[in-house]
């Protein structure tokens, strides 16, 4: 039903009889939510177009246009917006189902993580790790204990305690979860884990690998030879190998230099160290040319040139030292990241997607952590220090890292032992909100609704849909028959922490500030001052 015919309904019975019958009146509530001009149908339709097939605004309002509904954008926003907050009023309604079926599977495997942008809001969030089903998200300021044990608190509440814990480094997170859940055991993320110690091991010394490098200024002479390079017109009158020769030197620097235009995503890939490993395997190339030149009486003086670059970087003494030192370090991680089954990656398919043996792990790691003592020993110097700093920070959180976790009934289980099901999850929000409203404003849009569409993604799980959705006989009158204290509470989903600003605009504010003070020394009241400022949306506590 659209507005229009409802305002019809409405005004010819007013018009013809001054006064509403209340079987009718009754009637057009219970088909459109309260405050509504349209079926409740549409504004599903619009939910669904706008969050989970990522529609634009203007795209839904033709699409709705074809089908004889005329409505503004602004009402999609509204609606859309409403959608997000009714849903996630009935997936609070399901809490007994969803704690019911974690019961069924032995407790809940309490997955927590956050994520934003530096200086933004975070949305907060907790999954199960058996299911995959997102029980709850927040936005909150910072991961402070505070915020953090308020969103515990609040859960602890609905589903009770977890049979364990799975967060990242966090300190505060670390004790928010010690104060709501003492009896959980807390594993910490494998991901997070390796993450902290590359950061830890590579940070002084990379730094110092990758200085030496841009100090030499090989790498930029590298690159303006290929612009020189494939700028070089090819006349008809040059030997096909020479300008074949030619062409592989851009090409290999190519090869060498775009490292560093991708995302590193450090510590798991150091530009500087590749480089150097791709330097090496070119030179050799590079040689084996010189050579098959020098047999055939060929001379190109941008391949003499090129290799004389390469040998500079190659035979730097600090250089090659750093590179050397660097190298044995970096395996020494690669084989603590694999151990853990830890991808370089967290929301890719390179970390492990299966509950881990953590018995079976605490042995490999401690294999694989004797080893790298003993070659630490051998290798002496700065070395060792590494070494020793690898192995301590990883049996130091031994405890942590292969927590043994028993369900309900006293079985010992094994579990996802990293966030990739929360990173999923945060990635999901935000690849749909990029689709619809592109790059500049996902931070925005994620620090507003990024909590609601984090319970919207489990309409993607398929044992959410199955043993909860499957429970709500009418989806439509569910989501319409939420009442307004429901609706109340979704709200505070939506930045729930932030004030917006009382006046956007500066000069208004300027002046409005200067109104003030001219009120005070003239002694006139200052209550229509105040009538001009915004407080309709104070800042939300805990």
Known sequence: MSGEIRFTIRFRYCKEHGSFDESLVSLVNRICPAGRNFDSKVMVAIGILRW?????REEIRTFLLSKGIHISTGEISNLSEEFLLRFYALHKRQVPQMKALFEKRGGVRLHLDGTGEAGNEIVFMAKEGETGITMDAQIIPTENKKYVKAFLQALNSLYGTPIVVVRDMSKQIREAVAEIFPEAPQQICHYHFVNNQGKLIFKE???AFRKSIVEMRILSQLKKMKEQICAKVCLASENVLVVAERKWIALAI????IIRERSSNYPFVLPYLEIMNRIIEIKNLNKRILEWNSSHNLNICELTEFSKKLDALTSNTIVNTQYTNLKKIWGWFEKVRTTLKVGRHLSQNGSETAPTKAQKMKKEMETILTEID?????SGGELIHAARQITKNCRNHANELFVEVKDNSGNVVEIMRDNNIEERSHRWSRMHIRRRTGRTRTTNEMAQYGALTAIFSNFENE????EI???VRDFIRELRDITPEELHSSRELIRPYVRKELIRS???RTNLLKEFINLL??????ESWLTKLNFSNPIMTP
Not at 374 to 378: I, R
Not at 521 to 526: A, I
């Open 521 to 526: 020394e003239d002694g006139c009241s200052v």
């Open 374 to 378: 003993k070659e630490g020993e051998a």
């Open 463 to 466: 044992t959410y849909v199955n």
């Open 254 to 257: 190519e090869h060498l230099l």
């Open 506 to 508: 500066d000069t208004k």
């Open 469 to 471: 959705l499957s429970d």
């Open 52 to 56: 989970f097939f990522d529609y634009q």
């Open 205 to 207: 010394k990379y730094a």
